[in-house]
């Protein structure tokens, strides 16, 4: 039901990602993110079915933007990252989800206000296979023929396993480091993830 001219679009995705990252998607007024953005009933439904619908807009615009700032941070690395393997890409992934956090605290909020809500947390992941899909099928493909990963488990096994490993690593990030962003502790929380996923718990 969308359309991409509509004029008051952005405002009403910006007003709407302020609503549910403060309130959560149950206790978000859509009253308040129609009025605040400046548009009408009218105009707002002819755009989307509900707050549903809105709040799956506002989810998709964040991981695109999410997802183009850190390919663009892939390719500012020069041409190494070409030659560089599965864990050192994953690395630069998360450093570039970092600056990402650092340079759009607005966004970042968001996301993580979803991993406070189990509520806000379902509906994401609803939404989210499609940006794994993108990031990690071409990169886990590349990584078993070279033999940087298992060619006995399945491919799709290992992505589900990275995707939950992130999302769960975002939540041990809140628990240990809290809502202030320091970026020396964001990287060696990400170090350590990537230490745990590369060689394990073993000793």
């Not at 992941?125 to 298992?150: M, N, Q």
Request: aromatic letters at 10%.
């Amino acid at each position: 039901m969308e359309d991409k001219e509509f004029r008051y679009k952005n405002e009403l995705v910006q007003e709407a990602l302020k609503e549910f990252a403060e309130k959560g998607f149950d206790s978000a007024s859509l009253n308040q993110i129609i009025k605040r953005s400046g548009i009408s009933k009218g105009s707002f439904y002819h755009h989307f079915d509900n707050k549903e619908t809105l709040f799956s807009s506002v989810v998709q615009r964040v991981a695109d933007e999410k997802l183009a700032f850190i390919n663009q941070w892939l390719q500012q690395q020069g041409n190494g990252i070409k030659t560089a393997g599965f864990f050192e890409i994953l690395q630069l992934q998360m450093e570039g989800g970092v600056e990402f956090a650092l340079q759009y605290p607005e966004l970042n909020q968001f996301l993580m206000s979803i991993l406070k809500n189990p509520e806000l947390m379902a509906k994401a992941e609803e939404l989210s296979p499609r940006y794994y899909d993108e990031v990690f099928d071409p990169l886990i493909k590349d990584a078993v023929e070279r033999g940087e990963l298992r060619s006995d488990l399945e491919p799709n096994f290992m992505k589900q396993l990275i995707k939950y490993s992130l999302m769960n690593m975002g939540e041990i990030m809140l628990e240990n480091i809290g809502d202030e962003l320091n970026k020396e502790e964001l990287m060696e929380q990400s170090r350590q993830f990537l230490d745990f996923l590369q060689h394990g718990l073993k000793a």
